[in-house]
């Protein structure tokens, strides 16, 4: 069974630049989420799309940050404009969610760097 | 208010011996699931292990085994036999929300293991 996918892998923007991540869940997976992890620290839940619907984007900084799921699959995040505390890895992951605990299972994740 | 806390940033244990990552958490839900991930230095997080706050029985998967210790509301991480491939980041984290679909999970801050030959 493949993995959840994640591109690019890195990346390096100056400030106030835009940039954009992709994210392909587990084949059968309705639920995804985005995570930001900064240097030290654990991740940090950013959003959660239930099928194409969001159901919890309560820390995701809305006046910089986007994202979507159109048909329910694949899933962008988007920055725009970036600041440097934007340098993060941005970590996607997927759950099938009758699944008896609801486990998530990570993409390789995508190092952002904001000079 | 910290929820999960991870009280060792780094932890150092020679191959073939056991080593305890510990973990607490803090929440008011009876209901509530918690989770070890392994994150080696390429950045992906392994999902290694899961705890239910109702599962009578430890958690064991192969050499990773969970001490729950509900009323210390303590999770603690036990690898068994560790292997230079065992060093990276270990996070502990706390699903809340009961057994629905949502399943938000809080992250602590991590232990870096350390394993040498």
């Known amino acids: 069974e493949a993995g959840v996918a994640q591109s690019p892998r890195y990346k390096i923007i100056e400030k106030r630049q835009s940039v954009a991540f992709w994210c392909n869940p587990i084949?059968?997976?309705?639920?995804l989420y985005w995570y930001q992890q900064i240097l030290g620290q654990g991740p940090k839940l950013l959003i959660q799309?239930?099928?194409?619907?969001?159901?919890?984007d309560s820390q995701l900084p809305k006046d910089r940050f986007s994202a979507e799921r159109l048909k329910g699959v694949d899933s962008t995040l988007k920055i725009q404009p970036a600041k440097l505390e934007d340098s993060a890895v941005y970590l996607c992951?997927?759950?099938?969610?009758?699944?008896?605990?609801?486990?998530?299972?990570f993409g390789p994740g995508t190092r952002l760097l904001v000079l | 208010a910290q929820k999960i806390t991870q009280t060792q940033p780094g932890m150092f244990v020679q191959e073939k011996e056991a080593v305890t990552l510990d973990c607490t958490y803090d929440?008011?839900?009876?209901?509530?699931?918690l989770f070890w991930y392994k994150q080696p230095s390429s950045g992906e997080m392994i999902f290694l292990i899961y705890?239910?706050?109702?599962?009578?029985q430890n958690a064991t998967e192969g050499r990773y085994s969970l001490n729950f210790q509900k009323a210390r509301k303590s999770a603690n991480l036990v690898i068994s036999a560790s292997q230079l491939g065992d060093s990276a980041m270990y996070f502990c984290?706390?699903?809340?929300?009961?057994?629905?679909?949502?399943?938000?999970?809080?992250f602590g801050t991590g232990t870096r293991l350390l394993v040498s030959p």
């Open positions: 992951a997927s759950s099938f969610t009758s699944g008896p605990t609801g486990t998530q299972y």
């Open positions: 084949s059968g997976h309705a639920t």
């Open positions: 799309f239930q099928n194409n619907g969001v159901v919890d």
């Open positions: 929440t008011s839900d009876q209901s509530y699931g």
């Open positions: 705890q239910g706050s109702y599962d009578e």
């Open positions: 984290a706390m699903r809340e929300g009961g057994g629905t679909g949502f399943q938000k999970l809080v």
